[in-house]
């Protein structure tokens, strides 16, 4: 079933910020690939693109797993077609301190922020070199600017995507193809709701969470996607390289 | 992109160049758009270009400071609102090391480039957006993050300007939206001088293998002034094609 549509790709696209993006990419007309671990989300996320007037489907991968990933985007190839705009967003975190982790830990989390990032762009950039065309944004993190207690960790594999996204940049830019890096700030999400579930008290968590962000709210999944598709869009032609925050001026690195 | 219609914005130094398109591209989203300009002539050819009634043309010079209060009453005047500011007038009157900078030479680019924005955002804030909301966006360089050779004097002022832009940022949220854009070396009149004759051997330090044009540049302040960056404050956006560092002149 390959599409007239171009095709958008964006990993951890199921649910929460990646699901903001996903709806926001297909509203610009992109058939978009939800590319998740988790197939039944990914399913409702493309069920509901399609309810909107959108096009989507379905792609079941693990981002940590060379193989899978490379058949996955075979796959992709064979079906839909060339990929014209890579988003890569799936990224989790375990909160410790750095004196708290191990070695095992660190490697999960590099994989999983960094190493996924690199396994989709030496896979895609190729054809997008070829096509003299095609956008990567690859979301960061506003803890790879400017660091987060408890985070260690994930900040510097978020920190490592900031300087690959500017390589990759400048690396691929006369082929016509831009790169450029989204950090969202704190953002309503399930998983971020999973994290307060923990917590004594979400409610004064959550309070003192928006009193520290100049704007005086939480991002929506719809911010950070703003963003995703100003970087994906023909008229960001010249812009490539860059990191923005979309974080309510919490940090302005 | 989310639509611009019934919103209304002012754009300092709208008669030519990067203000120009900025100016059209609002106008092309449906803004009511007020320019400002130092030379009529200029003013009223942007006026016969633009040619929309959604337009009002301001003869305004950036540096006198104390007409800031008369430009935003006449938009407030004429439009009823004042929704989006775009400082984009900027000078560079001194082209030299900064170590040779004339004092009076330093304190006019400062005048102009910080002074005229900040006057400009702070009129608009006192008589209109205190109350209503709205979103700036300042037009730095990319000169404010990196040296620039012979440009010192101005890359000081628009990094004066990006610092501006997060302080205001943070004393003006939530109401108020101030970022930066920071373009290289944009084809224009302006910076004529910096590339005429010697695009080719500039081309070497821009990735993307072109010099930027106005419309690179629109549509990155319309973005930042939409509501689609309404969780956007405080940021400069590079426009520079990727560019390695910055023309030395």
Known sequence: MSTDRRVALVTGGAQGIGRGIAEGLALDGFHVVVADRSPAPAEATVAAIRQDGGAASALEVDVTDSALVTAALDRVANDVGPVHVLVNNAGWDDHKRFVETDEAFWDQIIDLNFKAALRFVRHLLPGMIDRKAGRIVNIGSDAGRVGSSMEAVYSGARGGVIAFTKTIAREAARAGVTANVVCPGPTRTPAMDAVLAQQGDAEAVMAAMVKAVPMRRLGEPSDIAAAVRFFASDAAGFVTGQTLSVSGGLTMA | ?249
């Open chain 2, 1 to 249: 992109m989310a639509a611009l219609s019934a919103r209304t914005a002012l754009v300092t130094g709208g008669s030519r160049g990067m203000g120009l398109e900025i100016a059209r591209q609002l106008l092309a989203r449906g803004a009511s758009v007020a320019i400002t300009g130092r030379t009529p002539e200029a003013l009223s050819a942007a006026e016969q270009e633009l040619d929309s009634e959604r337009l009002l043309c301001v003869p305004a010079n950036a540096g006198e400071i104390d007409r800031a209060e008369d430009v935003v009453a006449g938009v407030l005047e004429r439009f009823g609102s004042l929704d989006l500011l775009v400082n984009n007038v900027g000078i560079s009157p001194y082209f030299g090391p900064l170590v040779d900078a004339p004092a009076a030479a330093v304190m006019k680019t400062f005048e102009v480039n910080v002074g005229g924005a900040l006057a400009m955002i702070q009129a608009a804030w006192t008589r209109r957006m205190r109350e209503h909301g709205g979103a700036v966006v300042n037009v730095a360089s990319i000169a404010s993050v990196r040296t620039a050779a012979n440009l010192g004097v101005y890359a000081l002022t628009k990094a004066a300007l990006r610092h501006l832009t997060m302080q205001l940022s943070a004393e003006l949220a939530p109401t108020v939206r101030v970022n930066a854009i920071a373009p290289a070396i944009i084809k224009t009149r302006f910076s004529e001088a910096r590339y005429d004759g010697r695009e080719e051997e500039l081309l070497e330090r821009y990735p993307m293998g072109r010099l930027g044009v106005p419309e690179d540049v629109a549509p990155a302040v319309c973005f930042l002034l939409s509501d689609d960056a309404s969780w956007i404050t405080g940021e400069t956006l590079a426009v520079d094609g990727g560019a390695l560092k910055v023309d030395t002149g």
